[in-house]
């Protein structure tokens, strides 16, 4: 089992920045963060393995930077430019070799809003 501390996350105005992070209790292969608006499926956003690997969502390339840090077992999502659709709860994700293990985080949300 992996337990994951989740933080960050709040209320922005369109054009701000947040600053997710989340922390796991062991080193994962792959760590990312999901997100899931009202009424929509919950999509990959951003992840990063532990060789450095990014792969990002069309929809945030640019805005948000994927960082981790092997030694802490820390991943953390900059988010830059927000905008009204990026209003969801964001759920951290970490992963073993091949898929082999997932665990997401309990969610924390972020609403981008004037």
């Known amino acids: 089992q992996v337990q994951l501390v989740e933080s960050g996350g709040g209320v922005v105005q369109p054009g701000g920045s947040l600053r997710l992070s989340c922390a796991a209790s062991?080193?994962?292969?792959?760590m990312g963060w999901y997100r899931q608006a009202p009424g929509k499926q919950r999509e990959l956003v951003a992840a990063?393995?532990?060789?450095?690997?990014?792969d990002y969502a069309d929809s945030v390339k640019g805005r948000f930077t994927i960082s981790r840090d092997n030694a802490e077992n820390t991943v953390n999502l900059q988010m830059n430019s927000l905008k009204p659709e990026d209003t969801a709860i964001y759920f951290c994700?970490?992963?073993?070799?091949?898929?082999?293990?997932?665990?997401w985080g309990q969610g924390t949300q972020v609403t981008v809003s004037s």
């Open positions: 994700n970490v992963q073993g070799p091949n898929g082999v293990g997932v665990y």
């Open positions: 062991r080193t994962m292969f792959a």
């Open positions: 990063i393995t532990i060789h450095g690997l990014v």
